[in-house]
Nanobody, 114 residues
Framework: QGLLVESGGGLVQPGGSLRLSCVAS????????MSWYRQAPGQERDLVAS????????NYADSVKGRFTISRDNAKNTVYLQMHSLKPEDTAMYYC???????WGQGTQVTVSS
């Protein structure tokens, strides 16, 4: 019965920043490692970043390392993705989910243009 709702996407210029949020409900959020994924048209859904259940360990795709930061606030049942120095190739639908892929959100669109 888990539910994840993403927000924070939008249109941004190259070099700009966005902060995505994902609020969880219906399951014990603090027991799950969480991930952000993205999918561009015609491409597979790829892992962007993951964070352990306690928020003490993280990992990133090479393409975003040094530009994106994943974090979580277990008291708020929320996981974040802070994105800096955005590039047109970052344009995609961004999804949050448990690292186990038991639960998924509906996604939020990020478009980097101009």
């Amino acid at each position: 019965q888990g539910l994840l709702v993403e927000s924070g996407g939008g249109l941004v210029q190259p070099g700009g920043s966005l902060r995505l949020s994902c609020v969880a409900s219906g399951f014990r959020f603090s027991s799950y490692a969480m991930s952000w994924y993205r999918q561009a048209p015609g491409q597979e859904r790829d892992l962007v970043a993951s964070i352990g259940s306690l928020g003490t360990t993280t990992n990133y795709a090479d393409s975003v390392k040094g530009r994106f930061t994943i974090s979580r606030d277990n008291a708020k049942n929320t996981v974040y993705l802070q994105m800096h120095s955005l590039k047109p190739e970052d344009t995609a639908m961004y999804y949050c989910g448990t690292r186990s892929r038991d639960y998924w959100g509906q996604g939020t669109q990020v478009t980097v243009s101009s």
